[in-house]
């Protein structure tokens, strides 16, 4: 999930797991629809300062934050509203908790206090510290609330302000607590790499846990408390049983450290945040992220009726998305490398995705399920068009050929060579009789082709850059063409010939495509615009 701004520095989760509020450097808090994979609402009113900590109720109402600017705000989870600006911290606040019930908040900073609020804004106690604290956590009944100052683990009497125990085994600063739900229970993680398990009545030790290759940032324990979960400037997230002192599943994805993470409800999914700027969510059991790709989404493409999204990715995957819910449908594997093109069928059944792999996949829309896996290019297959009846697609590769297939029965119909480059981009028109595709020859070859002689009708030249885009028409009459060069060209295929130019863009074009009435196109360059078209 992403919309942050910037590095995202904090998450915590309501208690059935449907929501989860992120805090981040970008100055806002943002709450997410967990189950749908989309913000709901984003709130800001911290001094144009970094929020670094957050922490939800267990009925996800109210959301609490702290923030660079000294304060800890209290806000309406469902409204977005700030319900309260608490004041008192002369310094950064850390860390914010959240007693079970609502009703007592706690707050850390480093002025080396730890400051006891209610949800109204009103601060109950100031238990002071003799250095920077840097992080905290209020035992489920209000009764006590544990601490992290240096190397040690210091726990508090909330109503006397007094300190009950120190704990002291770590070897480095300690970065993060959390208390069982029951409350018999405390875990750290410190900068030694450890997470630790303590017996809050007795003080002792009772697991030494070890995974993390850097920094343990957060940890968080499930409702249920047998499973805790923890995040590492190692960029992972580990859950562990904390009855057993071992670690259960480790999942990686992120592209920068990890600094929040939280463990929903009895322990089936796992939020964290980083500062890659992404929210993730993720399945315990699977260790595999419920939402998103896991790294650069390359190629897109969307059924006519706009219900569903297909994607294709770095991480190798095509995932089908449900886009009124943004939700996601299926996750696709079996190309083993990049998947740089998806094209959907005209009626929504069938999409194909090409891949550096050499291959082409036919997926149905429906199950996510693959029909077909397609073999004869000699190199990275680059682009993929499906025709508008959904019998054929056209694919084009570097090994500088274009080839046609047939998705019903996963077969080669016709394979068409000329270009002298690298084909970067092919589209086949309505019911398959029209092939155009472009080439880093810096020509625009248009093939009017049938299925016994493959014939080329014709070369159309005008780009004075690699072109890295093509699109036709559905009655295969208008193609339309984007460069490097920074424009667009519209080309007749009747006459093969240039009727217009766009003078686009203020940088390279990268993509192009076309309504299938040719009355709009859309582009998108690398100066950061997406443009549309009247053609």
Do not use: Y
């Amino acid at each position: 999930m992403t919309g942050h701004e910037d590095d995202v520095r904090g998450v915590s989760a309501s208690g059935d797991g449907r929501l989860a509020a992120t805090c981040s450097f970008d100055r806002s808090v943002r709450v997410w629809d967990l189950e749908q994979g989309r913000e709901v609402k984003a709130m800001t009113g911290h001094s144009d300062k970094e929020v670094l900590a957050v922490s939800v109720t267990w009925d996800g109402g109210r959301a609490i934050s702290g923030s660079v600017d000294g304060t800890v705000r209290i806000w309406e989870v469902a409204t977005g509203s700030q319900v309260a600006k608490c004041t008192g911290h002369s310094d950064w606040v850390l860390g914010v908790s959240v007693t079970g019930n609502g009703s007592l908040a706690a707050s850390c900073s480093r002025d080396g206090t730890v400051r006891l609020w209610t949800l109204s804004g009103k601060e109950v106690r100031k238990i002071q510290h003799t250095g920077e604290v840097s992080c905290v956590a209020l035992l489920p009944d209000g009764g006590r609330v544990v601490s992290g100052q240096g190397k040690q683990v210091l726990v508090w009497d909330c109503n006397s302000g007094k300190q009950v125990k120190a704990l002291s085994k770590h070897t480095g600063a300690v970065r993060c607590v959390c208390a069982s739900p029951g409350g018999e229970r405390i875990a750290s993680g410190s900068q030694d790499l450890t997470i630790r398990v303590w017996d809050i009545g007795s003080g002792r030790c009772e697991h030494v846990m070890t995974g993390h290759e850097d920094d343990v940032r957060g940890v968080s324990a499930s409702g249920d408390g047998r499973l805790a979960a923890t995040c590492s400037f190692d960029r992972s997230v580990r859950v562990w049983d904390l009855e057993q002192g071992r670690e259960v599943k480790a999942m990686t994805g992120h592209s920068d450290k990890v600094f929040g993470v939280c463990i929903a409800g009895g322990g089936g999914t796992v939020v964290s945040c980083s500062w890659d700027m992404s929210v993730r969510v993720w399945d315990v059991e699977s260790g595999e992220s419920l939402q998103g790709h896991e790294k650069e989404v390359l190629a897109v493409s969307v059924t006519w009726d706009g219900g569903r999204a297909i994607s294709g990715s770095v991480d190798g995957t095509v995932r089908i998305w449900e886009v009124a819910t943004g939700s996601q449908v299926a996750k696709c594997t079996g190309h083993s490398d990049w998947v740089l093109g998806v094209s959907v069928t005209g009626n929504g059944s069938l999409a194909a995705s090409c891949s550096r792999d050499g291959t082409i996949r036919v997926w149905d829309i429906g199950s996510g399920r693959c029909e077909h896996v397609m073999t004869g290019h000699e190199d990275d297959v680059r682009g993929v068009s499906a025709s508008g009846d959904g019998r054929l697609a056209a694919t084009c590769s570097f090994d500088r050929s274009v080839r046609v297939w047939d998705l019903e029965q996963g077969r080669e119909v016709k394979a068409m060579t000329g270009h002298s480059d690298k084909v970067f981009g092919v589209c086949i028109a309505g019911g398959g009789g029209t092939v155009v595709s472009c080439s880093w020859d810096m020509t625009l070859f248009c093939w009017v082709w049938d299925l016994d002689s493959g014939l080329c009708k014709g070369t159309l030249l005008g780009h004075n850059d690699d072109i890295r885009s093509v699109c036709v028409s559905d009655d295969g009459k208008l193609a339309a063409s984007c460069s490097f060069d920074k424009t667009i060209k519209l080309w007749n295929l009747d006459r093969n010939c240039e009727i217009g130019t766009i003078r686009a863009h203020e940088d390279k074009i990268f993509d192009l495509e076309m309504t299938p009435d040719a009355r709009f196109a859309v582009s998108c360059s690398w100066d950061l615009t997406v443009r549309v078209w009247d053609l």
